[in-house]
């Protein structure tokens, strides 16, 4: 099973910043959209972010003027800078693509392991 290759995840005090990285094998293509999940101890997982192969990006609320997406199409990766960190921010993060849609609704074709964030208070 094709998995994207994660990294950045670690333990940070409140108001802090961190960047995740993740990248997508060459040999899938480029998707349409990438972006980031999160899961939380006995939560179920929500989008946080996602971007399209042309740049246009979303954010979920609670991450807005917090969290910045970015993409670099010619690496296959995508990027997920955090700053502004709350304790509530706190999970385990998954980048995920797909060819087809960008909704964060719907299950992606291809996905990550995940790295732990955690923030401290």
């Known amino acids: 099973q094709v998995q994207l290759v994660e990294s950045g995840g670690g333990s940070v005090q409140s108001g802090g910043s961190l960047r995740l990285s993740c990248t997508a094998p060459r040999y899938i293509g480029s998707p349409y959209c990438m972006g980031w999940f999160r899961q939380a101890p006995e939560k179920e997982r929500e989008g946080v972010a996602t971007?399209?192969?042309?740049?246009?990006?979303s954010y979920i609320d609670s991450v807005k003027g917090r969290f910045t997406i970015s993409r670099d199409n010619a690496k296959n990766t995508v990027y997920l800078l955090m700053d502004s960190l709350k304790p509530e921010d706190t999970a385990m993060y998954y980048c995920?693509?797909?060819?087809?849609?960008?909704?964060?609704?719907?299950?992606?074709?291809?996905w990550g392991q995940g790295t732990q964030v955690t923030v401290s208070s």
């Open positions: 995920a693509a797909d060819f087809y849609t960008c909704s964060m609704a719907v299950r992606w074709g291809y």
């Open positions: 971007i399209i192969k042309a740049g246009g990006t």
